[in-house]
């Protein structure tokens, strides 16, 4: 096998790909190819009447377990997808990952140990249609500026439900506009574009507010704006384009009863004029 790197979730993918081997080992499936690219991680593990592929797109966070056709790689059909949280137990993450891939493909468990998978990680990672929320977003800012962590955790033990228009503009928007002030380092600003773009595309109207309006419209200088605008996707640009006009208004989404209403009413005015 190829020389495995060292960033952290590729290595979870690995302990992903060895456990789903060991799982259809039994029934002859061999390793039949690992390959590694700037948008992803892959290996195809094929048998004689199937053949399956796992994949990590680090741009989204995803894992993807997918079909293949048995006489080629063409006709991917998407089997299983995860959302995966970095900040969050990843032990118990892997395991709840490995599982669902095992039954997915019909398979209880490795070695023929049943693993169940655990009960606060919901079927809804599964689901085709679920969509990275807020938390997941801050969560990934975090990475890039591990100094918000402390205020992350803060948050949660402060307050029953997390403020996350509030803490955004206290935490996370600073740390843009400083770095933004200074020459922006090309890889961490082409990360934090990924995260945008990635999150903008595969996030709920929740999460796409918060990067538009909450984010993206604290950004008051042409020179920043150009920054990283020219690193966003365009339907991103589009929808930031769209939100200028209650740049400067007071959002309060922290009330429950009325959860994002102006934020998602100015997304979905959006997207119904889209062409």
Aim: aromatic share 10%.
């Amino acid at each position: 096998m190829s020389d495995r790197g060292t960033n952290s979730n590729e290595e979870i993918f690995h302990l992903i790909a060895d456990e789903f081997a060991s799982g259809l080992s039994s029934c002859d499936f061999k390793r039949e190819k690992l390959e590694k690219s700037n948008k992803n991680i892959k290996e195809i593990f094929s048998g004689k009447n199937a053949k399956y592929e796992i994949s990590y797109d680090p741009s989204e966070s995803i894992f993807f377990l997918k079909s293949c056709n048995p006489d080629s790689q063409d006709d991917l059909t998407v089997l299983s997808k995860w959302l995966f949280d970095p900040m969050a137990d990843r032990e118990k993450q892997t395991r709840a990952i490995t599982a669902d891939f095992l039954e997915s493909v019909g398979f209880s468990g490795s070695k023929g140990n049943i693993r169940k998978i655990p009960k606060n990680i919901g079927k809804k990672r599964r689901d085709e249609n679920f969509n990275a929320d807020p938390m997941f977003l801050i969560n990934r800012l975090a990475s890039l500026f591990p100094e918000i962590k402390p205020e992350i955790q803060k948050e949660r033990e402060s307050y029953e439900q997390f403020r996350f228009v509030n803490f955004t503009k206290k935490n996370i928007n600073p740390k843009l506009e400083s770095f933004l002030c200074e020459t922006p380092e090309k890889n961490k600003l082409k990360k934090l574009s990924e995260i945008f773009n990635g999150l903008y595309k595969s996030g709920d109207l929740d999460t796409r507010a918060v990067i538009t309006s909450v984010i993206l419209n604290s950004i008051d200088d042409d020179k920043k704006e150009s920054a990283i605008k020219e690193h966003l996707s365009d339907d991103l640009k589009k929808a930031w384009d769209a939100t200028r006009s209650i740049r400067g208004k007071k959002i309060s989404p922290e009330k429950s009863s009325r959860r994002y209403n102006y934020m998602l009413n100015s997304l979905r005015s959006q997207e119904t004029t889209s062409p």
